[in-house]
């Protein structure tokens, strides 16, 4: 098999991309021969070594990725070769073939392609969490999502709508505006030429979203929790803007407004029923057709640094995925 190795984890130039031999599966794992993997910020972070997992080394990125089962190990039941499966792993996506535990690997459905697969379960679920499950959003609320055009920030507008909720995209040019619009968000802000606070205070008529989606950070954070409704919930989903932001805890006082915590991963390990739960409602959203990965491009699995060089220069419309052939 071939594979992208991270010997030293100091940036994407440090990967090389090898040929090791493939490995057998263990008791409670399969083998799977990928089709495609999906790059994610995190998938940038842990090859730079500023990312909470930090796995021994050498080892493969890429967290996601879909393919087909072709070896299972002597207590595997419920998966058999030949299978279509999606699954996050954490690491070892970006290759030819990858191990991966038989308990996190979920059947794909017919008529759900590799692609979409491999750019489902980190977004969807990340954003599922967050908005059904912290926020407990509902029908007719208005939420803000900050670094709407990024992976994450495509899902989430996907999933509010699928809730009911008015969407308003934020996003740094008009073209990832326009593109926020097109996957059903109900109106836009370019937060690089126009007054955040200003822009949302007339798309709610003064009252302030309800719900703020923020995988981003870094200064918009503070402008956007000065517009926050009251009783509004502030999701904290990541940092891709660098920055951890500090917020005064007078602004949650006076707002009536809370600040909430999403860590998907957390999430799924402590409470994997509800995870399965949630899974299984976006797998049937999807198959209905009410949310899909928004794939910004496919390359060639050997293509990986070019992926990389998009997704760090900010110029991706929602997903990228490698390819095997």
Not at 67 to 83: S, T
Not at 112 to 139: C, E, G, I, N, W
Not at 274 to 286: G, I, R
């Amino acid at each position: 098999m071939h594979a992208w190795l991270c010997e030293n984890p100091i940036g994407v130039d440090a990967l090389t991309w090898k040929e090791i031999p493939a490995p057998e599966p263990g008791p409670d794992e399969v083998r799977i021969a990928i089709k495609a993997a999906s790059l994610n910020y995190p998938d940038l972070l842990i090859v730079q070594n500023k990312y909470q997992l930090k796995p021994p080394l050498p080892f493969v990125p890429g967290a996601e990725f879909a393919g087909v089962v072709e070896a299972v190990g002597a207590n595997v039941r419920q998966l058999h070769p030949g299978q279509n499966v999606v699954t996050l792993t954490g690491t070892g996506g970006f290759g030819s073939h990858a191990i991966a535990p038989a308990a996190v690997c979920m059947p794909l459905p017919d008529g759900f392609p590799f692609a979409d697969a491999a750019a489902f379960t980190m977004t969807y679920a990340t954003s599922h969490h967050a908005l059904v499950d912290r926020a407990q959003l509902k029908a007719g609320e208005t939420v803000l999502v900050l670094g709407a055009a990024g992976g994450v920030g495509t899902s989430a507008i996907q999933i509010a709508k699928a809730v009911g909720a008015r969407v308003i995209a934020a996003a740094s040019t008009d073209e990832k505006c326009a593109f926020c619009k097109t996957l059903g968000a109900d109106a836009s802000i370019n937060y690089s030429r126009e007054n955040l606070r200003d822009a949302l205070k007339a798309l709610t008529e003064g009252k302030g979203p309800d719900v703020i989606y923020d995988p981003v950070g870094g200064d918009l954070a503070e402008p956007a929790f000065r517009s926050i409704a009251w009783r509004g919930r502030y999701l904290v989903v990541g940092f891709a803007g660098g920055a951890i932001p500090a917020l005064p805890f007078n602004l949650a006082l006076l707002k009536g407004a809370s600040v909430v915590g999403v860590f998907w991963g957390g999430f799924a390990k402590q409470e994997p029923k509800a995870n399965a739960a949630a899974m299984a409602q976006l797998v049937q959203w999807y198959l209905a057709g009410r949310i899909k990965p928004a794939i910004h491009a496919t390359l060639a699995m050997a293509d990986l640094p070019k992926a990389y060089a998009l997704l760090n220069g900010r110029a991706v419309l929602g997903k990228l995925v490698l390819v095997n052939d």
